[in-house]
């Protein structure tokens, strides 16, 4: 079946440095890509999204391309705050509404 | 717009208990999920809906689960009887279908604690 792999964290980082978080998956057909984003006590935002192959989403500084060929979504900021520390998701669309979720990684920014 | 809204934002029982957990989806929106996530497991879909009606249910865990929705803007996710390995928090989400499928709209989510 449909899956996701994220890169295991938790990541520290300091503020200003860069960031990327590796994300790969696994699907038959061609799915929508997204990254969401989790802050401490509440539910999960989409952070950006990608709908086919070789396009960029980006959002908040965060950027992230879609590559068939190595069949992969790394989150990727130039420099990163501490209001950035969260848990990110990697995701993808199966079939016309299912969401498969990777496990998350934890970004910590210290200042 | 409000977004979703989920009630109890925390909910602590006793084993055996019966647990009800509450959703409003965003207004206009046609479809409905629950999902759970626990350290172990990760996030995980449990269930959803298309204009009130279940369409996918195959990752309730058990008999144990049971998930309703009366009408477009309620759902109720019940546990009976929770056991401690439902410690979890569950949300809802919400989205509008075509072509706004794929993107969901997470409410705060409720944790519960099963004692």
């Known amino acids: 079946g449909n899956s996701v792999t994220q890169m295991e964290g938790p990541v520290t980082l300091s503020e200003e440095a860069f960031l990327t978080i590796n994300c790969t998956y696994t699907a038959t057909g061609y799915p929508s890509l997204f990254w969401y984003v989790q802050y401490p006590g509440e539910g999960l935002q989409l952070l950006l999204k990608a709908t086919k192959a070789d396009d960029k989403g980006s959002n908040k500084g965060f950027e992230a391309t879609y590559r068939k060929e190595t069949t992969s979504f790394h989150l990727e900021k130039g420099s990163v705050q501490v209001s950035d520390s969260a848990v990110y998701f990697c995701?993808?669309?199966?079939?016309?509404?299912?969401?498969?979720f990777g496990q998350g990684t934890r970004l910590t920014i210290n200042p | 717009d409000a977004g979703v809204i989920q009630s109890p934002r925390h909910e602590v029982t006793e084993m055996g208990q019966e647990v009800t957990l509450r959703c409003k989806p965003i207004?206009?929106?046609?479809?409905l999920f629950w999902y759970r996530q626990t350290m172990m497991r990760g996030l995980e879909l449990l269930i959803y809906f298309n204009n009130n009606v279940p369409i996918d249910d195959s990752g309730m865990p058990e008999d144990r689960f049971s998930a309703k929705m009366p009408n477009a803007s309620f759902s109720t996710l019940k546990i009976q009887p929770s056991e401690p390995r439902d410690s979890a928090v569950y949300f809802c989400a919400s989205n509008r279908g075509f072509p706004y499928a794929d993107t969901q709209y997470f409410g705060p989510g409720t944790r519960l604690t099963v004692l």
């Open positions: 207004s206009g929106h046609d479809y």
């Open positions: 995701a993808l669309s199966e079939g016309a509404q299912k969401l498969v």
